[in-house]
């Protein structure tokens, strides 16, 4: 798959969970999994512009600096 890398354009990035288990239905897990994008979001330059929990998958809207791509965030 051929993936485009745009400077301070948005992306759209989803993953599900292992063998797409429903383990966003537990509240315990659903609440760390926040906890952590949050921690993420302070230490990494990325903006999340939207984002939504299902109960086996993630989407999310997130845009990352102009050296920064979604494997890799990074400042000049």
């Known amino acids: ?16 969970t292992y063998q797409r288990l429903p383990l966003f239905g537990n509240a ?8 952590q994008l949050l921690v993420t979001r302070e230490r990494h330059p990325f903006l999340l512009h939207a984002w939504v929990l299902m109960p086996n998958h ?5 845009r990352f600096p102009a050296t920064g791509t979604p494997s890799r965030c990074s400042e000049p």
Do not use: C, G, Y
């Open 28 to 35: 315990l897990l659903k609440d760390e999994f926040v906890k």
């Open 58 to 62: 993630v989407h999310m809207l997130v």
């Open 1 to 16: 798959m051929k993936r485009h890398n745009h400077p301070n354009h948005a992306r759209f990035i989803t993953f599900s």
